[in-house]
């Protein structure tokens, strides 16, 4: 595989941020991003059996440079598409925008999206009622008013090492339920990353819920 072009079968790996408490081995902190996946696969007829070839890797708190290098090289690409999950870490109210390192590749083949100023405040908006029970849940009093903002201090404060147990609850609570009857309503920076990496294969054999 020496191409992004020449090779159906090239992974389309997620390359994920993610607090250093997440990444332990009995939180895999790719499992909530494949439940994701599933349920934006099936909501634009994709067909669920797409996320499965998904390679979805968490890389601890940086995502540098090195890895989309490694992956997607301009010229000697190994991957068809490479999706960058990342945060903002901003808080002054600014539109985030990737690093000017990415500019180097391919938007083709390489883009970033970015969760402002976290993943979890990014996940409220519409979803009010399912992070409180999600919270509820892991046993994490919820704030008196479900706000981004009133989140992103919660998880920067008394809950900052249960961000693990927080997205894996909420990927419960949501495949919970079938595509057609979740409420669950998809960021729109989450919704943009899947479609990029579905890419044009909108005609894949829908299959069962991937357990993993």
């Known amino acids: 595989?020496?191409?992004a072009g020449t090779c159906s079968s090239a992974?389309?790996?997620i390359i994920a941020k993610t607090a250093a408490s997440t990444a332990t081995a009995a939180s895999p902190p790719a499992l909530p991003r494949r439940r994701l996946g599933h349920l934006r696969a099936a909501s634009q007829h994709t067909g669920a059996s797409i996320t499965v070839s998904l390679a979805i890797t968490p890389m601890g708190p940086r995502v540098r440079r090195s890895t989309a290098d490694l992956l997607?090289?301009?010229?000697?690409?190994?991957v068809k598409r490479l999706a960058i999950l990342s945060d903002s870490d901003d808080r002054t109210g600014k539109t985030p925008s990737p690093p000017a390192w990415t500019n180097n590749f391919?938007?083709?083949?390489v883009r970033m999206f970015i969760s402002a100023p976290t993943l979890e405040p990014s996940l409220v908006q519409g979803n009010e009622g399912l992070v409180t029970a999600t919270?509820?849940?892991i046993g994490v009093p919820a704030p008196d008013e479900i706000t981004p903002t009133s989140i992103d201090a919660l998880f920067r404060t008394t809950a900052k090492k249960r961000k693990a147990e927080f997205a894996l609850e909420l990927a419960d609570r949501i495949s919970?339920?079938?595509p057609a009857?979740?409420?669950f309503q998809m960021p729109n920076h989450i919704a943009e990353l899947f479609d990029f990496v579905f890419g044009d294969r909108s005609q894949v054999a829908a299959a069962a819920p991937v357990n993993d």
């Open 1 to 3: 595989m020496t191409g």
């Open 11 to 13: 992974p389309t790996p």
């Open 72 to 78: 997607a090289s301009p010229g000697h690409e190994i």
């Open 106 to 109: 391919s938007t083709e083949i």
């Open 135 to 137: 919270l509820g849940g």
């Open 176 to 178: 919970s339920q079938s």
């Open 181 to 183: 009857e979740t409420d």
